[in-house]
């Protein structure tokens, strides 16, 4: 295996993209990663694009294919395959990426991450995402996306004392971060009051406690870390791309307070990266709800269980505190795109990498982590990335 | 959705009937063909079970959403419920209060209609819990 760089990096705004269709917003965001690379259509060796479920967004199967033709590369006869992890699919397709440079299969490697959630009815919507847990023997006796996070944390409550208040810092802050980032879906901070009060979508969540349905994508390219420096002056290092997967259902887990496939994730892409989470700069969680949030920030090691929300009491997850946590605004604020998130992720890594991130840089920022999870933290896949 | 999708999870949703791996003997709901903690060992000898349809409430939250195929009920009581055979299942609590459900309230399972497929599709069928009668 040899050392894989990101050369290059780019993607849409998220949001409610009336005007735009998924092969719009994926040519959109795999040009703009293009031109930042500097590369030309002749050096992309092969595709790798992340994408939940365009098959019942928008009727689209064989994503890989379109985004390739509509990128212009039909007559190169680029490869192109479409990676599916629910809402992972993003960091599934990076994973991928990263083991076919990685590996010496290719040297330059196109990651994308798309999905075009707008074209239907909030409730089509959500049923279609409740395909990431068990259709038939969870979602079929009426539990939602939004009731299974409702259940984990309800469950948390009840073994750690957490309360409704407490949860409503982490899209505080989100927020907070998201008013800095002209790309981000909803671009205002909010109060823990107006958290709490909002609509409840499944108790003890709130719409203000769940991401947003958004379109949008995001793109990375890849190069063996040899050939980096050929096109930019400043590669970034992926030094951990780690996937791990729990049970597909809630019930069938021992907890719900603990995820394992996050715990192990971590663990490995720690181990792969040479790293400690206190040698983190900054890390950008999934955030699909708040309390997926608060298991990850327990569950990758940055703080006790029972004891993550502290770090939000304690300022700690501001961009200019000890634990930068979701700049970007995370997918609570900044948007969550399924099948792009997981790669819009990194690319928010690599802009405070690389400092040019704007007003909410992080100061200083060497090593940044991204945990992308799948259904109700079924899959979790972890990239550690890297100033080299 | 034709028939056979539901037709042939009848017995297991109607009934309980979930599986015991017979080498470590850990009950699964819903039936599994392979053991996760015996694996190959456990291939092809996995036996039916059938659960006592008692339980009690693990975790829960009222669905306050627009829900395709339950709009005629909303909101509605979702649950975990853990049975004393081991396994946990995910179903609705009804006839009750949502202010009354608790974590480790005791409920037993009934057999009631779950969906239905639009006016003129198939009625879907399985279980819901009822709190127990104190």
Request: hydrophobic content about 20%; charged content about 60%; cysteine-free.
């Given at each position: 295996m040899r050392d894989v760089a990101i050369i290059g990096a780019g993607e849409t705004k998220y949001g409610e993209h009336w005007d735009k269709s998924l092969r719009n917003l994926a040519v959109e965001a795999g040009l703009k990663a293009i031109e930042d690379a500097n590369i030309s259509a002749e050096d992309i060796q092969a595709i790798f694009g992340g994408n939940m479920s365009a098959g019942s967004f928008v009727g689209q199967d064989h994503v890989g294919a379109l985004i390739a033709d509509f990128a212009g590369l039909a007559e190169l006869n680029v490869p192109a395959i479409r990676i599916e992890s629910a809402c992972a699919s993003g960091a599934a397709a990076l994973h991928a990426g990263y083991m076919a440079v990685a590996s010496g299969l290719y040297d330059i490697v196109l990651v994308g991450g798309v999905e075009k959630m707008t074209d239907l009815p909030g409730d089509m919507v959500t049923d279609i995402l409740a395909g990431a847990a068990d259709r038939e023997w969870e979602v079929f006796f009426g539990a939602t996306f939004p009731a299974l996070g409702a259940m984990m944390a309800r469950r948390y409550m009840h073994e750690y004392g957490l309360t409704r208040e407490q949860m409503a810092l982490l899209p505080v802050i989100a927020h907070k971060h998201g008013a800095m980032n002209p790309d981000a879906h909803f671009q205002r901070e909010v109060t823990v009051d107006q958290v709490l009060n909002a609509p409840m979508v499944a108790d003890p969540l709130t719409v203000m406690n769940c991401s947003p349905v958004s379109d949008g994508g995001a793109a990375l390219v890849l190069a063996s870390a040899d050939i980096a420096r050929k096109y930019t002056d400043s590669p970034i290092k992926i030094s951990a791309s780690v996937a791990a997967n729990d049970y597909i259902s809630l019930h069938e887990r021992e907890s719900l307070t603990v995820s394992k496939s996050t715990v192990e994730a971590g663990k490995k892409a720690y181990k792969m990266a040479k790293k400690?989470?206190?040698?983190?700069?900054l890390a950008e969680i999934h955030d699909a709800f708040s309390i997926i949030a608060l298991l990850g920030i327990e569950d990758l090691g940055f703080a006790k269980k029972g004891e993550g929300i502290k770090l939000a009491e304690e300022g700690q997850l501001y961009y200019d505190g000890d634990l930068p946590y979701n700049v970007s605004g995370g997918l609570k604020a900044k948007g969550h795109p399924v099948g792009a998130t997981g790669v819009g992720q990194v690319v928010e890594l690599v802009k405070q990498l690389r400092n040019e991130?704007?007003?909410?840089q992080v100061p200083d920022a060497k090593v940044g982590l991204a945990h992308n999870v799948g259904g109700t933290m079924t899959s979790s896949i972890i990239h550690i990335v890297e100033v080299m | 959705m034709v028939v056979p999708r539901f037709w042939r999870e009848r017995r297991y949703r109607y009934s309980l009937i979930g599986t015991r791996c017979p080498v470590c003997g850990t009950i699964y709901f819903p039936p599994r063909d392979v053991c996760p903690k015996c694996g190959r060992e456990s291939v092809g000898k996995m036996e039916e079970v059938q659960l006592s349809g008692k339980g009690k409430v693990y975790s829960y939250t009222v669905v306050h959403q627009n829900v395709l195929g339950y709009k005629y009920q909303k909101p509605y009581v979702m649950a975990i419920i853990e049975t004393p055979e081991g396994p946990k299942l995910t179903g609705q609590i009804v006839d009750v209060d949502p202010e009354e459900v608790h974590i480790g309230m005791p409920v037993h399972a009934v057999f009631r209609r779950i969906a239905e497929d639009g006016k003129a599709g198939i009625i879907q069928y399985g279980y819901k819990f009822v709190p127990d009668k104190e």
């Open positions: 400690e989470p206190k040698d983190i700069d991130a704007g007003k909410r | -």
